[in-house]
């Protein structure tokens, strides 16, 4: 009783970890004078947004103890670790020129700098929420015959400041009209604030402060954040594409359900013409669909991870639709950082009932016997390639030094989450499904020795309708993709969920009629093994997106080395994983709904 009390305590306790942790960002109010915290976060090459580090493993001014800001869940998945600055700022009062502190770099530490700013770090500093972007340094190269290669560190900093009433609206910093100190080979020469002894370097860095007033009130300052461009700028409107993607989606729907519908009306016209017998009336001179009614509901093999797709692929499907329909309400903000990570965690764990059920009831429906091991399989389906893919690459963080690794307590937290919210739901669905799982509904009665398959054409072997299958639904998204992985690989903030919610729908009203019209084919041919093939033909869909995400590697971003490369891969597989598990449950839907409706049409008395 003791343990059974302890574990509904923890229980609890994680879900209100868990909610909390999507909130964040709520307006905080200053005094005139009174002290605003600047947060020192991360730096990181400029064209590889996943390959960050904390900001003090650089040579920079730094307090003696660092104190660390408490983050959410959303903030340590993204690669934050806030920490306290020396810069001192109050709010609404202007400073000039003030030094922070002054540094003896060794030739090491010189050198540490010249290959961070070669390689072009910038840094970010986080003052009420809002991001602060910047370059460490500045190079520059001119000329080829004499070549010149200049290596600058900015040691002064202007930081512009804008406020409405008492709140922060905006902040960013400039080195506009500040002279760079060169860093040369060897700890460099005397410029300035610089000073050379004994093959080291000492340098004094400043800041400024300068407060604007703002029009703009604090409920709406995250449009001020989007219209800042540090980054560029890659997501405009393109409505003529988007436009043309819809038009072409509802051609193409339309004339898969008129074809599709004018030949149903034809088969049935032929099938129901003095139709004499019952449904296990076998040969009468038919062809096509109708001769393998005694075989077209013979369940399929490998049964248990055929539910186990169908369960996952529901469940990315509710977790998709909540995601973007929390994204409509506004609860994804550019100054909540993180806080879609926080939620994709809590309602992945928070819909693993729905996978359970999924599952498990189609598995009791279609005579499955072991029920246990279909729960263990859905469970894992998609947790073991996430944490295989997970261990990986946060190894590869870890061993390079980056934020993206995650500490100890994070993993504890995340685990902790699958073990006693997901995985335990997980069951839960399962036996609610198992126990209120009907008969399957088969029209007619399936025969004990199968139909012999009469040879097919090349056309309708499986990778031909997986290769139809999967590129249109892609064709469909292929305009919105380049958003998403705009936001997700780069550093743009997505605005455009309505349009999102859009192609979501469209992209599984492709993926079920393609399906059906595939599956319509495969029956004619008189091939009853339509079960896996309506689950691979739109599930293929995954394989062009992943081929997608090495075409924008390759042309469309600047990324580079082990780090970058490794998570953008691995989690591009899993992101291919999931659009086949959503497709895939989706086409089969359609595909046993459509099946059910033609056989049950047939006057088969």
């Known amino acids: 009783a003791f343990l059974k009390e302890n574990r ?59 104190h660390h800001k408490s983050l959410s869940l959303g903030e340590v998945l993204d690669g934050d670790r806030m920490a306290e600055s020396l810069y001192y700022i109050r709010f609404r009062e202007n400073v000039e020129k003030k030094t922070l502190c002054k540094l003896t770099l060794s030739e090491k530490q010189v050198d540490e700098l010249r290959e961070a700013i070669e390689e072009l770090f910038y840094f970010e500093f986080v003052l009420d929420d809002i991001p602060i972007w910047g370059f460490v340094g500045y190079i520059e190269e001119s000329g080829f015959l004499p070549h010149s290669h200049k290596v600058g560190l900015w040691t002064h900093l202007d930081f512009n400041i804008e406020y409405n009433g008492d709140s922060v609206i905006f902040a960013n910093v400039s080195v506009k009209d500040v002279k760079p100190v060169p860093l040369e080979e060897g700890a460099g020469a005397a410029v300035g604030v610089v000073g050379v002894g004994g ?103 490998y049964k248990s991870l055929l539910c186990a797709v169908l369960g996952v692929g529901a469940q990315f499907l509710t977790l998709a639709t909540g995601i973007i329909f929390m994204a409509l309400l506004g609860m994804f903000n550019v100054h909540r950082h993180g806080a879609i990570n926080s939620a994709a965690i809590v309602l992945y764990a928070l819909t693993s009932c729905v996978s359970g059920y999924v599952s498990c009831s189609f598995y009791t429906q279609i005579n499955g016997q072991r029920w246990v091991w279909n729960i263990i399989l859905t469970s894992s389906l998609f947790s073991a390639p996430l944490f295989l893919t997970w261990s990986v690459v946060n190894s590869i963080h870890w061993w ?168 953008f891969f691995g989690y591009s597989l899993l992101t291919a994983m999931v659009f086949s598990l959503m497709l895939g449950s989706v086409s089969f839907w359609a595909s046993l709904a459509f099946i059910r409706y033609i056989y049950r049409s047939l006057k088969m008395d």
């Open 199 to 301: 093959g080291s370097l000492t340098v004094t860095h400043t800041y400024s402060v300068r407060w604007f007033e703002s029009p703009l009130p604090h409920a709406r300052r995250a449009e001020r954040l989007r219209d800042y461009s540090f980054f560029p700028k890659t997501l405009e409107i393109h409505w003529l594409s988007i436009i043309n993607s819809l038009v072409l989606v509802v051609l193409l729907l339309g004339f898969v359900i008129i074809i599709l519908m004018r030949v149903l009306k034809n088969d049935f016209a032929r099938y129901n013409v003095e139709e004499e017998g019952g449904c296990d009336d076998l040969d009468q001179g038919d062809n096509g669909w109708k001769i393998i009614h005694t075989d077209v509901f013979r369940f399929p093999p």
């Open 400 to 567: 390079s030094g980056s934020t993206q690794a995650l500490p100890a307590t994070t993993v504890l937290l995340i685990l902790g989450a699958w073990v006693l919210v997901g995985f335990p739901l997980t069951v839960i669905g399962g036996i609610v499904g198992k126990n209120r799982a009907g008969s399957f509904q088969a029209p007619c009665r399936t025969r004990n020795i199968a139909r012999q398959i009469p040879t097919q054409p090349w056309y309708k072997h499986t990778a031909v309708h997986m290769a139809i299958g999967g590129f249109l639904p892609f064709s469909a998204i292929s305009v919105e993709l380049y958003y998403i992985f705009a936001t997700v690989w780069g550093r743009e903030h997505y605005t455009l969920y309505g349009i999102l919610l859009c192609v979501f729908a469209i992209l599984l009203s492709v993926g079920a009629c393609i399906s059906v019209a595939l599956t319509y084919f495969l029956l004619s041919g008189e091939d009853h093994r339509w079960w896996w093939r309506s689950v691979l033909s739109t599930g293929s869909t995954g394989l062009f997106i992943f081929v997608y995400s090495v075409f924008y590697y390759r042309n469309r971003s600047s990324m580079s080395g082990l780090v970058q490369s490794t998570e």
């Open 8 to 66: 509904k305590r923890w229980t609890m306790g994680l879900h209100c970890v868990l909610i909390l942790c999507l909130f964040s960002g709520w307006a905080v109010g200053y005094k005139q004078g009174e002290n605003v915290t600047l947060y020192v976060n991360k730096v990181g090459p400029y064209h590889n947004p996943q390959e960050t580090y904390h900001y003090y493993t650089l040579p920079v001014c730094r307090p003696e103890k660092v």
